[in-house]
């Protein structure tokens, strides 16, 4: 059993800023990789938005580059989304992504979501 809480989220205008958050908590063995995905309006798919892997390596999409920040808490299960110079495209509910594993194997492993965070930007 795996909760991941997301906050931070909320309505800004073009070229503000804003810092997500993502906690997990629960009974797990570990938590592997973590990231953010965005589902825009009328859309089913989630999209990447950037990952910290376990490792401590990290990914963004190129759409965010240079904007966005993930950052990962050394120790904790806890990530965190800075996003700066936000345009309107931005505009999507944000969910907070962690792989999970439930004993020391590194697999089987599954996947967790939060519930997600509304981020809307205004021209």
């Known amino acids: 059993q795996v909760q991941l809480v997301e906050s931070g989220g909320g309505v800004v205008q073009a070229g503000g800023s804003l810092r997500l958050s993502c906690a997990a908590s629960?009974?797990?063995?570990?938590?592997?990789?973590m990231g953010w995905y965005r589902r825009t309006p009328g859309s089913e798919d989630r999209d990447l938005v950037a990952?910290?892997?376990?490792?401590?390596?990290?990914e963004y999409a190129d759409s965010v580059k240079g904007r966005f920040t993930i950052s990962r808490e050394i120790g904790q299960n806890t990530i965190y989304l800075e996003m700066t110079n936000l345009q309107v495209e931005d505009t999507a509910t944000y969910y907070c992504n962690a792989e999970v594993h439930s004993t020391d194997k590194w697999y089987p492993m599954t996947d967790a979501w939060g519930q997600g965070t509304q981020v809307t930007v205004s021209s």
């Open positions: 990952e910290a892997k376990i490792n401590g390596k990290t």
């Open positions: 629960g009974d797990f063995f570990r938590i592997g990789d």
